[in-house]
């Protein structure tokens, strides 16, 4: 057994075959958990390339096993014992830029990638293909297919246009499409160039070659055995005390008095996305992404770390470890503030504490930022940038806007303005934010939060956590208003002032008087927080039992009014309607945008596809409450849904909130909705959706935010 660091160039270069066995797995990688994560250290590492040529940036991928195989044909052939999905998905990009350079007519950038993925005709037999790579198991078929397209690839005419390989193929073409830009641009050639060298030369893989009278299996085994993997921190901990050994520093020391990262605190795993990662080992990549301006991969933490600090940071490490240890400190005095259930907080531990209740870490670095030793900017400062960028997440949340690009912005927020003034700091930040014109990064404006929440049935939709949030945000600035200290975080309940189960003892008479009030149960105005969770025989009882007992339990502001606005009206859809707006205009009030700011993006038509809702068609006269959607697909061909008039659909007697949840629920298997369900005369429901989109005259898409 050998074991060499390679670039892929080194790896692939010569002809010959690297073989999937017929036993190993398929390929199973997704674009959430390993596509997008590889294309954003491929692009950062091709972005620095042109930025700051001197350094020749490299990304580590990771290691793969191969072992040698006695030669049968005229090609050197290795089966692949391990990293099989890290091979395939760098065959898959390089593939898909050459197709895309070919086509743009960049034919020596394109001859140079195809060279990674096929072997020249002369080393080719008869009746055999020209691919590197050869898979036996059922991806074959698949990967042979996509990988011998002729460009331009046409992904939907595929015959296997729905594997996973060709999803791969279709990704990687379509962002390195998106970030090259037009061929005639000024700066196509430059990217195109350091592109195809990242490829080339710019990433590192460990190989571990094998003989081929090697025990394959033994070897794979004990890679992959159930010890517990080193986490970035680990690395990060290995090298550090490794430069401060090579500084002549006290490494004794220094690990007892300047290492904060061995605490139960440190070492607890939490939740990013769907996946576990240890605190310190992601403190570690946001405190790095504050100090270099880029968005990094917790896979690339350590990597990123070692070259911050070998050739950017200018410090010496017996000098950067107590920063990153008063950072760190910093850092955990926020977490455990906001962990407290009382006392009040400030903009930044209340900030973390809002994060964590909206299930993001996107503003993490940022703060940091804000806070690096020597920056000092002035506290009012401090706490209108954080406004701003929480408003900016938050708005973001309300209309459940995808927030995959967002930590790209706060990257490039950091970098931009890092040699910034205090003073025009805010200024600065605040219009960086502003200019975003893109679905997937914009500011929303008021209108489109006001047009949304409206109607919105905001406790089915929001995570339960996010709309206590958003309550709690609401009761602390009525608060401020009397000088009252900020309400207690003790995760109180959220209570249905008209309850759901309100037939009994809130009966309406009229068809249309059921729709009316069943529409109202869960939107922001009939909602509140309670300090204990009501009885439920209160709960669902007539409305002057439910006043007294909230009256009787009540401390809370946001409660507090509804009690004096009841005092002569019985709680109905007047009040629910008019405190909806009161609620509304406070949330624009605690998170606010700068004035004369309407949310206006250039792509309207892809975000008028995730905007637009059932319930905008029904408002709009296109869709009914009773209308039948019938299935289009083949196997469910003839099965019947109902549409209510929230804009749920109902069907075999549950209701589901989206076209594709219902699609889902008949089919097992992810469904677009859009495309799945039909209504009366044969059009999909996609067909009227353009229809509304289309119907809609520009002022009325500026609210919406879909201009």
């Known amino acids: ?38 294309w954003k250290d491929i692009r950062r590492i091709a972005e620095l390339r042109i930025e700051e040529p001197h350094l020749n940036a490299t990304h580590f991928l990771g290691a793969v096993v191969i072992q040698s195989q006695e030669a049968q044909k005229q090609l050197p052939t290795w089966n692949v014992v391990d990293g099989q999905q890290r091979l395939t998905t760098l065959q898959v990009f390089a593939d898909a830029t050459c197709a895309l350079l070919a086509q743009s007519g960049n034919t020596p950038l394109a001859g140079q990638l195809e060279r990674l993925t096929h072997n020249d005709d002369v080393y080719v037999e008869d009746g055999d293909i020209r691919l590197k790579v050869r898979h036996l198991n059922k991806d074959r078929a698949a990967f042979d297919e996509v990988m011998s397209a002729e460009p331009p690839v046409d992904h939907t005419a595929l015959a ?57 299996q033994e070897i794979f085994e004990t890679l992959n055995a159930r010890g517990t993997p080193l986490t970035a921190a680990d690395l990060v901990r290995n090298f550090v005390f490794q430069r401060l050994e090579a500084e002549g520093a006290d490494t004794k020391k220094a690990y007892r008095e300047d290492w904060p990262f061995e605490t139960k605190f440190w070492t607890k795993e939490v939740s990013v996305g769907r996946n576990l990662i240890s605190r310190s080992s992601l403190f570690l990549n946001q405190w790095l992404v504050s100090r270099t301006g880029e968005e990094i991969s917790p896979q690339a933490t350590f990597s990123r770390f070692k070259s911050y600090v070998e050739l950017e940071s200018g410090h010496k490490m017996t000098g950067l470890l107590p920063v990153i240890k008063q950072q760190a400190q ?71 806007l995808s927030g995959s690009d967002l930590g790209r912005i706060v990257a490039d927020l950091i970098n931009a303005n890092s040699a910034m003034p205090a ?33 919105e049935s905001a406790y089915s939709r929001f995570p339960r956590g996010r709309l206590r949030m958003i309550l709690e945000a609401i009761e602390d600035l009525y608060r401020a208003e009397t000088g009252q200290p900020q309400i207690e975080r003790k995760n109180y309940p959220v209570e249905h002032l ?67 606005r009841t005092e002569h009206h019985a709680w109905d859809e007047e009040l629910i309607d008019e405190r909806t707006t009161e609620l509304i205009d406070r949330v624009l009030q605690v998170w606010p945008v700068p004035e004369g700011h309407h949310g206006k993006v250039i792509d309207p038509q892809t975000k008028a596809g995730d905007w637009v809702e059932l319930k905008h068609l029904i408002e709009a006269g296109l869709l009914a409450p009773g209308d039948k959607l019938v299935a289009t697909h083949r196997d469910f061909k003839g099965r019947e849904a109902t549409l209510t008039a929230d804009g749920a659909i109902e069907l075999a007697g549950k209701r589901y909130m989206s076209p594709s949840a219902a699609g889902y629920a008949l089919r097992k298997k992810a469904t677009n909705g859009w495309y799945f369900w039909s209504v009366a005369d044969g059009r999909r429901l996609r067909d009227v959706r353009t229809q509304f989109q289309n119907s809609m005259p520009e002022d009325e898409e500026l609210k919406s935010g879909n201009a």
């Open 330 to 400: 910093q850092y955990e005095a926020w977490t455990e503030a906001a962990a407290h259930h009382g006392g009040s907080l400030d903009s930044a531990e209340m900030a973390v504490y809002r994060m964590q209740a909206g299930g993001v870490e996107v503003l993490k670095p940022l703060l940091i930022w804000l806070h690096e030793p020597g920056r000092d900017l002035p506290r009012e400062s401090v706490d209108q940038i954080i406004r701003a960028a929480e408003s900016w997440v938050v708005r973001r949340q309300l209309l459940r």
């Open 498 to 564: 008209l309850p759901q189960k309100w037939h009994d003892h809130w009966a309406v008479q009229t068809p249309e008087g059921i729709e009316e009030r069943q529409l109202r149960v869960h939107r922001l105005g009939n909602l509140t927080l309670l300090t204990q969770k009501l009885n439920a025989k209160v709960s669902n009882g007539p409305w002057s039992a439910k006043r007294s007992a909230l009256m009787d339990h009540n401390t809370i502001t946001l409660t507090g009014r509804v009690i004096k």
């Open 160 to 216: 296997h246009s729905d594997s996973q390989i060709v999803a791969a193929h279709a990704y990687f073409s379509t962002v390195v499409e998106q970030w090259l830009g037009p061929p005639e641009s000024e700066d196509y050639t430059t990217k195109a160039k350091n592109l195809t060298a990242v490829l080339l030369n710019g990433l590192q893989l460990v190989s571990i070659e094998l003989k081929d009278s090697e025990n394959s």
């Open 1 to 38: 057994m050998e074991t060499f660091k390679r670039t892929p160039l080194q790896l692939f270069n010569l002809p010959q075959h690297f073989v999937i066995p017929l036993f190993q797995r398929p390929y199973v990688w997704k674009e959430d958990e390993q596509w997008e994560p590889l």
């Open 423 to 455: 003073d025009e700091l805010v200024e600065r930040v605040t219009g960086h934010l502003a200019r975003l014109n893109v679905t997937s990064t914009y500011w929303p404006g008021d209108e489109e939060i006001r047009r949304t929440l409206t109607t």
